[in-house]
C-alpha cells in the first residue's frame, strides 16, 4: 500500500513570492493535515481538511490556505512568503474516527526562503 | 492548550542498555497519548497509541506507559541498537478538532 506522498520534495523561493505544495493521503483516508516544522523546533499544526472542507486552522496568519480535493489529496499555498516561513512541510492523513487514531506522515516538503 | 515537556537534551546510550524517555503533560488528561521516531530531514513515523485507561503497551522492544496521576508518559527501548538513533515525539489529542499536539522531541544516540 502506497504511503502519503508529497510534491515536491524541495523549493526555493524568494520574499513576496506564492508557493504550492501537494499531498496524496493514503487510500481510504478522508482526512489530511498539514504541519510546519522549523529547523530545530517542534511540529505546529497548521490545518485539518476532511471530506474536502476545512475543519480546524491552527494559529497561522491567513496567507497559509488550502484546499481538500474529492479524491482527499490537498493543497497548501503560502502567500507573500516570508523568511521565517522556511521550515519542512509536513502533510499526515488519517481515517476519520472519533477518539484519534495515528497519523501517517509524508516526507515532507523543503521550503527554502531567500 | 496542553503544553507537552520532552527532555531536550539528547540521551546518549550504549548499545543493548535500555533507553528511557519521559513526556510530561500540563492541564486536562488526554484520552490517549501517542509516540512517534523521527529521523532527519523525514517526516515522522507512528510508533504506539497508549489510552488512558490502559497502563502498559508493548510492541517489539519498544514499551510505553501512561500514568494520568502523574500526567506522564515513559518510552522504553530495550536492547537498544544504533539504528534505533533518532528523535522521538510524543503527542496528545487528536481532539474532535484534529489537532493532534506535539511535543519538541527527545534525541536518541546509540552508540556501538
Known amino acids: 500500500e502506497a504511503g502519503v506522498t508529497q510534491s515536491p520534495t524541495h523549493l526555493i523561493k524568494t520574499r513576496g513570492q506564492q508557493v504550492t505544495l501537494r499531498c496524496s493521503p493514503i487510500s481510504g483516508h478522508t482526512s489530511v493535515y498539514w504541519y510546519q516544522q522549523a529547523l530545530g523546533l517542534g511540529l505546529q499544526f497548521l490545518l485539518w481538511?476532511?471530506?474536502?472542507?476545512?475543519?480546524n486552522r491552527g494559529n497561522f496568519p491567513p496567507r497559509f490556505s488550502g484546499r481538500q480535493f474529492p479524491n482527499y489529496s490537498s493543497e497548501l499555498n503560502v502567500n507573500a512568503l516570508e523568511l521565517e516561513d522556511s521550515a519542512l512541510y509536513l502533510c499526515a492523513s488519517s481515517l476519520r474516527t472519533s477518539g484519534g487514531g495515528p497519523l501517517y506522515f509524508g516526507p515532507g516538503t523543503r521550503l527554502t526562503v531567500l | 492548550s496542553q503544553k507537552i515537556e520532552q527532555n531536550s537534551e539528547a540521551l546518549n546510550i550504549q548499545e543493548g542498555k535500555t533507553a528511557t524517555l519521559t513526556c510530561n503533560y500540563t492541564n486536562y488528561s488526554p484520552a490517549y497519548l501517542q509516540w512517534y521516531r523521527q529521523d532527519p530531514g523525514r517526516g515522522p513515523v507512528f510508533l504506539l497509541l497508549?489510552?488512558?485507561?490502559?497502563k502498559e503497551k508493548r510492541k517489539e522492544r519498544l514499551k510505553v506507559t501512561f500514568d494520568t496521576t502523574l500526567k506522564q508518559s515513559l518510552f522504553h527501548i530495550t536492547a537498544s541498537q544504533p539504528a534505533d538513533s533518532a528523535t522521538y515525539l510524543c503527542a496528545l489529542d487528536r481532539d474532535s478538532w484534529g489537532k493532534l499536539q506535539f511535543g519538541a522531541g527527545t534525541q536518541v544516540v546509540v552508540t556501538p
Open positions: 497508549i489510552r488512558e485507561n490502559e
Open positions: 481538511y476532511d471530506e474536502g472542507e476545512e475543519r
